[in-house]
């Protein structure tokens, strides 16, 4: 016989399990559907999610793939670049013999109407003789050490200003720049660096473009491909691509090389025209180290770089007196 506690605990079992069967039969088969088109998604999503991951691995790799091979090209290309840049070198006259040019003397058009004295890296003195056009006569001088800028014309009436270091930014230093890359390629002072190679024709004359950077911008070099000396360089503009320079591109034209103290200097040159002017040069000269120090005057002429003959007597006592002191 069940005793009272035993009856209601088994009548509370029986209730429990009949309410559960109820439950169980009521809700059941939603929450298996519910479930199993949870399992659908997931299983949609784990699929979406490794395709993804494929597809991103596989991009990953081929451009991992891409980047190298643009990598071994632009390494190619540099060595080819450096390769002719060291064929122009030596056919200049070689490194050490550009290196060793401490000032240049420019004669513009013949005679001197135009002349540029160089003193590298940072002093520049001009002498231009444009009359009768509108240009007329003038002088001009930078002294980067300095910060010296003066401009100096004949119809001039007040003295000289110092237009300072503006001045020495906006002319001084890219004529200075300038110079070195035109006449000599490469100095002790400005170095270009070969990036690549593209090749073009001017008439009948088959010519490497060696492309390089100086200071950031880019400066392009046609070379001949028999005497390796340049025939042109390029300052392409922003919108230039490749060997498209476009409009507002700057270039210089050469021929005519000859040799000047074991260097090889185009004696035409042509400022954005391929028919040069008659050009000829001076290196290393004795040259007068004061014009550097006061404001130009044009009553000194053409030949105020020159250091006079009394200051050359005396610079070479002073030099034979040093070399009794030692």
């Known amino acids: 016989m069940q005793t009272p506690t035993a009856s209601i605990r088994t009548s509370s079992h029986s209730e429990l399990s009949a309410i559960s069967l109820e439950k169980s039969f009521r809700t059941g088969p939603q929450e298996s559907f519910a479930q199993f088109l949870g399992d659908r998604e997931m299983k949609a999503a784990l699929v979406l999610l490794c ?63 135009n002349i540029s004295l160089y003193v590298f890296p940072n002093k520049s003195w001009q002498w231009s003789d444009d009359r009768p056009t509108p240009l007329g006569l003038s002088v001009e001088m930078h002294n980067l050490d300095r910060r010296l800028a003066y401009f100096v014309y004949s119809e001039d009436l007040e003295p000289p200003i110092n237009k300072g270091w503006g001045s020495n930014l906006a002319r001084g230093v890219p004529e200075l720049r300038d110079a ?52 042109e360089v390029a300052f392409p503009s ?41 050009t000829t040069f001076e290196i290393n000269v004795d040259c007068d180290a004061q014009i550097f120090e006061r404001p130009p005057n044009i009553a000194d002429g053409p030949d105020a770089w020159r250091r006079s003959g009394q200051a050359v007597k005396k610079a070479n006592e002073s030099a034979r007196t040093r070399e009794k002191k030692h």
């Open 51 to 113: 395709c993804g991951l494929v597809a991103g691995f596989q991009w990953v790799g081929g451009h991992a793939t891409n980047s190298t091979e643009d990598l071994q090209q632009q390494e190619e290309d540099q060595r080819e670049a450096r390769r002719l840049w060291e064929e122009a070198i030596a056919a200049k006259g070689g490194r050490e013999r550009l290196c060793g040019v401490h000032n240049l003397v420019v004669f513009h058009g013949g005679g001197k109407r």
């Open 180 to 231: 070195q890359l035109y006449y000599l390629l490469e100095t002790a002072w400005v170095k270009p660096v070969p990036l690549r190679v593209a090749t073009d024709r001017r008439g009948y004359q088959q010519t490497d473009i060696v492309e390089t950077l100086v200071n950031g911008s880019r400066v392009d070099f046609h070379l001949d491909q028999n005497s390796h000396l340049p025939l």
């Open 238 to 278: 922003r919108d230039g691509v490749g060997t498209s320079y476009g409009r507002g591109t700057y270039y210089v034209t050469f021929s005519d090389y000859r040799d000047v103290s074991g260097i090889q200097m185009p004696h035409r040159v042509g400022f954005l025209i391929k028919n040069g002017l008659p």
